[in-house]
């Protein structure tokens, strides 16, 4: 087993959110009516990078709901509409938490989820958890081969659109991110672009893709089943790229990511392509000053290209 790696903050605790108090009155016993009963508790999700609220939410009759509200000015007000569109029309087969009801009410938008009982999964990844997590990914990937969301962006565009940084660093237009400088990137740059600009058509497929697969997008429930979370930015193309972004927190891990990838049959050189361009994509982002979303954002990115550039530099032998 190789060394694990773990980020600077754990997944469960990089979020900055508003608390229940924080949202206004009259908005607060809006929800409250809704449900229904009033609330007996409010636990404040830790995952994820926006400031907007997104909590557990528990009636006195023991009812669960999970509930996001952002401002409408907000552009998360439109992520969170979009989320209930898109997970209103998933198959069922697709593991992931449906719309109770949406809400606007007091110039917020409201989002009340299914709530899955059960928690995100630590690093380092163990077994049990990963494998379930690539069940439910399989799964939901066989039942989107015919999309349930219209006028989805192929990832391929987007790859070429803007995940093409290291061809971008190659050409003189964009500097080398410090977050790079001490890896193998200055040393390999020519194959670096190379790799990243065979990859749109490597990775191109009519099917629907999450389009945000990472550990803090994952819940396991208290049978050990693992649900996708966050359908905000799904994409058209082939499913391997969703696995492989999942996989680098594994390879982080100190688990044979390889071995967990080869089931998807995904072509190496479209392996190679895709961690090309997301350890450059993640490093130039990490390369940024500090968020507006998170403080942990950049520890993020610059973990996530890290271990996205160490595997590639262990399967190329660099």
Excluded at 72 to 84: I, K, L
Excluded at 108 to 122: K, M, Q, R, S, W
Excluded at 150 to 173: F, H, K, N, T, V
Excluded at 206 to 228: F, Q, S
Aim: glycine share 8%.
């Amino acid at each position: 087993m190789r060394p694990i790696s773990l980020p600077d903050v754990a997944y469960g605790a990089t979020a900055v959110r508003p608390q229940w108090s924080d949202l206004p009155e009259s908005l607060r016993n809006a929800i409250t009516v809704r449900l229904g009963a009033p609330i007996a508790a409010v636990r404040s999700a830790g995952g994820g990078f926006t400031r907007a609220f997104a909590a557990l939410i528990t009636t006195q009759e023991g009812a669960k709901v999970f509930v996001k509200a952002a401002p409408r000015q907000d552009p998360n007000s439109h992520w969170y509409a979009r989320e209930a569109a898109i997970t209103t029309a998933l198959p069922r087969e697709v593991d992931a938490a449906r719309p109770r009801w949406t809400m606007d009410h007091s110039g917020y938008f409201v989002l009340c989820l299914e709530a899955i009982d059960g928690h995100v999964p630590t690093l380092p990844w163990q077994p049990a958890e990963l494998e379930a997590t690539l069940t439910a990914w399989s799964t939901a990937a066989e039942a989107l081969r015919t999309p349930t969301t219209p006028d989805l962006p192929p990832i391929a565009e987007i790859i070429r659109g803007e995940m093409s940084w290291w061809s971008e660093i190659a050409a003189g237009r964009e500097r080398m991110p410090r977050t790079a400088r001490n890896t193998v990137a200055p040393a390999h740059l020519g194959e670096l672009a190379d790799l990243e600009q065979t990859l749109p058509e490597l990775v191109k497929g009519p099917g629907m893709m999450h389009g945000d697969l990472r550990i803090d997008n994952v819940m396991i429930d208290n049978d050990g089943r693992a649900h996708l979370c966050d359908w905000t930015w799904p994409t058209l193309g082939a499913p391997w790229f969703d696995a492989i972004t999942l996989l680098i927190s594994a390879f982080a891990s100190g688990l044979d990511a390889d071995a967990y990838l080869a089931p998807w049959g995904a072509p190496p050189p479209g392996v190679d392509g895709a961690l090309a361009a997301l350890s450059g994509y993640w490093l130039v982002r990490a390369d940024g000053g500090p968020s507006s979303a998170s403080p942990h954002s950049r520890q993020h990115q610059r973990f996530s290209g890290e271990q996205a550039l160490s595997w590639l530099a262990d399967r190329r032998g660099w």
